[in-house]
């Protein structure tokens, strides 16, 4: 059975520091892996996928890195701003694509002004 | 992607009732499916709604508890039957494309059992 685990369970940092949250999956054969952030009383917004065959994705600020073989991605983000606070999550989609996600717990991620 | 419609929001119910929760999405999808996330924890995947035929439950969810509908590529309903306080949970529906496409989630309905 496919488990997530995310580090750390919460971060509080200053306005303007780059961090970075690990992700790391029990099982290595996966479709792919995505990350979304969570508001609170909303849903979750995607915010990058990676195929199984890739090692990063970007967007913008955001760059997330798998490393299949051992089980971990990364989500890096640079500049951090009050905006990116927020719970980011991490999905792992097994069984070929057709079936739904694993996710862990989420980090909940603080930028203070 | 897509964007999917959900509602009720949230409601408070009194334990012992049901409440449907329904997904409209605004383009065909391929998968739907429909998920539980307790307080402080993560998303757990209830099913997935399969068009046209029985969802397909994960273990531990059953369909006389979670009865779910799918008539068609685009909407998908949620039963929560006979519930009580344990019941009490944010409910998120999903949908994809299949392949290597974004799953993309509802608002998510914050329920309450009292």
């Known amino acids: 059975k496919q488990e997530v685990t995310q580090i750390p369970a919460a971060l509080s940092v200053p306005e303007g520091e780059n961090l970075v949250l690990n992700c790391s999956f029990t099982d290595s054969a996966i479709y792919n892996l995505q990350w979304f952030r969570q508001d609170p009383g909303k849903g979750l917004t995607s915010l990058l996928l990676?195929?199984?065959?890739?090692r990063e994705q970007t967007s913008g600020r955001l760059n997330a890195s798998l490393d299949k073989s051992s089980g971990r991605s990364t989500l890096y983000i640079a500049a951090s701003q009050p905006g990116d606070s927020a719970t980011y999550l991490c999905?792992?989609?097994?069984?070929?694509?057709?079936?739904?996600?694993?996710f862990g717990k989420g980090t909940h991620l603080i930028i203070q002004p | 992607s897509a964007v999917i419609s959900q509602k009720p929001s949230r409601d408070i119910c009194q334990r012992g009732t049901s409440l449907t929760i329904q997904c409209q999405v605004d383009s065909q999808v391929t998968m739907m499916f429909w998920y539980r996330q307790q307080p402080g924890q993560s998303l757990t995947l209830i099913a997935t709604a399969n068009q046209g035929s029985e969802a397909t439950y994960e273990s531990g969810f059953v369909i006389d508890k979670f009865p779910i509908s799918r008539p068609n590529l685009t909407f998908s309903t949620l039963t929560v039957s006979n519930m009580s306080p344990e019941d009490s949970s944010i409910y998120l529906c999903s949908g994809d494309r299949g392949g290597n496409t974004e799953a993309f989630f509802g608002q998510g309905t914050r329920l309450t059992v009292v």
């Open positions: 999905a792992v989609h097994s069984g070929g694509g057709a079936d739904g996600l694993t």
């Open positions: 990676i195929q199984s065959s890739q």
